[in-house]
């Protein structure tokens, strides 16, 4: 990273600092049994994280209710959209953390990171009210000068907007602020904000293997 003359770092949270797929698991599931709709496996729930809250929740819902033995219109997915948010907010705020990990060597990471006198920022998709809590409950909040999420602008990754007003916060220039992160959002963000861009090979990414993306770190 020396050769890129660094002013700054962006990290993202779930899976590149945390392994919150339990957390999303459990929550959404509760949600979703409480309006009678039939639970949904690891692996849709994993592959429809990273765009938001609400991209998940859609996600899944559509999925669910396209079932056999539901089988709902698209018009009636909509109408259960904000029901299941309601939820699904409840039962991720009073889990936050329970069914989650940091991923191995994020700590001595961050500590190297620090050593170098860079300020960090915590950019996540995830909403504000549960990063926060997370980064708190985690130990990894005092790490970050700035933390960022899905709320916190007008659009989300992979949309550059998030990384440009994190440049400002931070008081970097795009092209000197490294974007960390597991997924094509963060490269595609990076990439149209002009920033450095690494990706942990452990994340999520939608499903598919980051390898597929341009450019990675494992």
């Not at 889990?95 to 190297?112: C, D, R, Y």
């Not at 690494?198 to 999520?204: E, F, K, N, Q, S």
Request: aromatic share 6%; hydrophobic share 40%.
């Amino acid at each position: 990273m020396k050769h890129l003359n660094l002013q700054a770092v962006m990290i993202d949270l779930d899976g590149t600092m945390v392994d919150t797929i339990g957390d999303f698991e459990v929550a959404l599931n509760r949600a979703l049994a409480d309006v009678h709709i039939p639970t949904a496996n690891r692996e849709l729930i994993e592959r429809s994280i990273g765009k938001g809250s609400e991209h998940l929740i859609r996600t899944v819902l559509k999925h669910q209710l396209a079932l056999p033995e539901v089988a709902v219109n698209a018009r009636e997915v909509e109408q259960l959209f904000t029901p299941v948010w309601e939820r699904y907010e409840q039962h991720y705020l009073s889990i936050n953390g329970e069914f989650s990990k940091v991923f191995s060597g994020v700590i001595e990471g961050l500590e190297q990171l620090k050593a170098m006198g860079l300020p960090l920022a915590c950019l996540t998709n995830k909403p504000v009210s549960f990063t926060t809590p997370l980064l708190k409950d985690k130990g990894l909040s005092s790490y970050f000068a700035h933390v960022f999420g899905g709320d916190s602008f007008e659009r989300k990754k992979p949309d550059p907007l998030p990384l440009l007003k994190t440049c400002e916060a931070l008081g970097s220039s795009p092209a000197r602020t490294l974007m960390v992160g597991d997924s094509s959002n963060d490269a595609q963000a990076a990439d149209a904000a002009g920033c450095p861009v690494v990706l942990m090979t452990y994340g999520y990414n939608h499903g598919e293997l980051i390898q597929n993306t341009r450019r990675w770190l494992g």
